[in-house]
């Protein structure tokens, strides 16, 4: 079954400084994978999505993230955060083979963005 | 669309009782997702649905907890009896196309606490 790790559970960051949030999934042949972001008492919201094609996939909000297969890795970054990014960002992935009806969430990293 | 619709947003119950939770999903989405989340364990999959049929409930901690979806725009997570253990944010979330290969739609969330 597929897994989801975020070796990060909190990153500090000072505003307009850049941001890396990392996400790693456990080896399969094909899979779907995605970022959200949770803002304090509210729901998630998609930020980008990797389904195919350009393994660099830009999101809202100057979010970007790359999928590298041989590192089985989709990490996030910002080259330049606002306060307004504090919040909490999960990484998801579906197999596209077995469980492509539903996503398995990460265990989420807090960014906080410092004045 | 107003979104996913969840209510109540905040219910605090004393243990024994039962606990009543709603959700009205995006019209025309044909998953609906009911999710935990708590400091402990994460956001984790409780049930969800495709064409108001459930389809994988494996994450239903026990007998206690039920979820029914009797037409496309309605569907309830019921407990019963409650318990302190199941304090948490409860999120639904709807889905065109299932979060697999697509975008989940959440809710603000229904923060339960039990007393």
């Known amino acids: 079954a597929q897994s989801v790790t975020q070796l990060d559970s909190q990153v500090p960051v000072f505003e307009e400084a850049p941001v890396e949030l990392r996400c790693n999934y456990s080896?399969?042949?094909?899979?779907?994978l995605f970022w959200y972001v949770q803002y304090p008492n509210q729901g998630l919201q998609l930020l980008l999505k990797?389904?195919?094609?350009?393994?660099l996939v830009k999101g809202i909000n100057g979010f970007e993230a790359e999928f590298n297969k041989s590192q089985t890795s989709f990490h996030l970054r910002k080259p330049s955060v606002h306060i307004s990014d504090t919040a909490e960002y999960f990484c998801?992935?579906?197999?596209?083979?077995?469980?492509?009806?539903?996503?398995?969430f990460g265990p989420g990293t807090s960014l906080s963005v410092i004045p | 669309d107003a979104g996913v619709i969840q209510s109540p947003r905040h219910e605090v119950t004393e243990m024994g009782q039962e606990v009543t939770l709603r959700c009205k999903p995006i019209s025309g989405h044909d998953y609906l997702f009911w999710y935990r989340q708590t400091m402990m364990r994460g956001l984790e999959l409780l049930i969800y649905f495709n064409n108001n049929v459930p389809i994988d409930d494996s994450g239903m901690p026990e007998d206690r907890f039920s979820a029914k979806m009797p037409n496309a725009s309605f569907s309830t997570l019921k407990i019963q009896p409650s318990e302190p253990r199941d304090s948490a944010v409860y999120f639904c979330?709807?889905?065109?196309?299932?979060?697999?290969?697509?975008?989940?739609?959440f809710g603000q969330g229904t923060r339960l606490t039990v007393v």
């Open positions: 080896s399969s042949v094909s899979v779907y």
């Open positions: 979330a709807s889905s065109p196309r299932g979060t697999g290969r697509g975008e989940a739609f």
């Open positions: 990797y389904l195919s094609g350009s393994t």
């Open positions: 998801a992935v579906s197999d596209q083979k077995t469980s492509y009806d539903k996503v398995i």
